[in-house]
C-alpha cells in the first residue's frame, strides 16, 4: 500500500510526484510519456490509462494508497466532455468500494460565472464540464478536498508565450492565475493538514490583463502584442481567503506580475 497514489503524469502531476517523494511518501503515479524523465526509485510507475468501463483489475495498483489525488484535466478535442464524465463516474464507483484518508480533485475557477463582483466559494457556478465534474465527485465517500485552480503557470507556460505580437481579447479584465510552485505546496500542505472541502487557488492579487501582458513582454524581451481588445462583459476575480485561512498559508508568488523567469 503506497501513501499517495497520483493519476495524472502530466505537468503538475510529475512534479507534485518528486516533491512528495523528497517529503518521505511512498508515491505512485500514472505513467505517461512525460514520466519517463522521473529518476526518484521512490516513485513507481504504474500503467494506467483513463477509459470508460475499465475493469476492476485495471484501476486496482493505481488506487492501490491511502490518499488519490486527480490531476487529470479533460481532454475535450480528443475525447468528449461525456468520456471524462464517464470515467470520473467510474473512478467514484471504485473509491467507494473501500476508504481512504483523502482524495484530492484538481478543479478550476471556471466553474464560476462572472459577475462584477469578488468570488468565493459560495458564488454561483456555471452549468460546465468542471461543474458537472464536482458534481460526481460529491459522490465520494472518503474524505474529499477540491482545489478549484486558477490560469496555470510557471515553466514553459507564461502569459507573454500567448499574446506576443497578437491581439490580447478582454485586456482590460483582471487575471486570475497561480504559479504551479504554490499549486504544489498547497497539495502537499493539505495532505499534511488532512484539509476536506472545497476550496479556490489563485493569486492573491490580480492585475490587469493588459498591463501584465505589456510587462512580461518587457522582461523576455518578446515583442508587444499588436492591439489590446477591451470588453464590456462582467469582469471575475477569485478571492483565495478560504484557502489562507484554512491552511495559513502565505503564497509563495502572490502577483503575477513578478512570476519568475524560469529555464
Known amino acids: 500500500m503506497f501513501d499517495i497514489s497520483i493519476l495524472g503524469g502530466g505537468w503538475v502531476g510529475i512534479p507534485l510526484a518528486e516533491k512528495l517523494a523528497k517529503q518521505g511518501y511512498s508515491v505512485q503515479i500514472s505513467q505517461s510519456s512525460q514520466t519517463e524523465n522521473i529518476q526518484n526509485p521512490h516513485i513507481k510507475l504504474i500503467q494506467w490509462r483513463a477509459e470508460v468501463n475499465s475493469a476492476l483489475e485495471a484501476w486496482e495498483s493505481i488506487l492501490n494508497a491511502n490518499t488519490i489525488i486527480w490531476t487529470i484535466p479533460p481532454r475535450r478535442k480528443v475525447n468528449g466532455d461525456h468520456f471524462y464524465l464517464d470515467v470520473l463516474r467510474d473512478f467514484v464507483r471504485l473509491l467507494n468500494q473501500k476508504s481512504y484518508q483523502q482524495v484530492i480533485f484538481l478543479s478550476s475557477t471556471s466553474v464560476y460565472q462572472a459577475e462584477n463582483n469578488l468570488v468565493t466559494e459560495e458564488s454561483t457556478l456555471e452549468n460546465n464540464l468542471m461543474t458537472q465534474a464536482e458534481e460526481i465527485l460529491q459522490g465520494i465517500q472518503s474524505p474529499l478536498l477540491i482545489l478549484r485552480l486558477g490560469g496555470l503557470m510557471g515553466g514553459e507556460r507564461y502569459v507573454a508565450k500567448y499574446y506576443a505580437g497578437k491581439l490580447v481579447p478582454s485586456a482590460n479584465h483582471p487575471v486570475n492565475y497561480v504559479h504551479r510552485s504554490d499549486v504544489l505546496e498547497i497539495i502537499s500542505q ?71 523567469i524560469e529555464n
Open 190 to 260: 493539505g495532505i499534511k493538514s488532512q484539509l476536506k472541502g472545497i476550496y479556490n487557488v489563485v493569486a492573491p492579487q490580480h492585475p490587469i490583463k493588459s498591463e501584465l501582458v505589456k510587462s512580461e513582454c518587457g522582461r523576455r524581451g518578446l515583442p508587444l502584442p499588436l492591439e489590446y481588445l477591451n470588453d464590456k462583459e462582467a469582469i471575475k476575480v477569485v478571492s483565495s481567503d478560504k484557502l489562507i485561512q484554512a491552511l495559513n498559508y502565505s503564497f509563495q508568488n502572490p502577483d503575477p506580475l513578478s512570476f519568475p
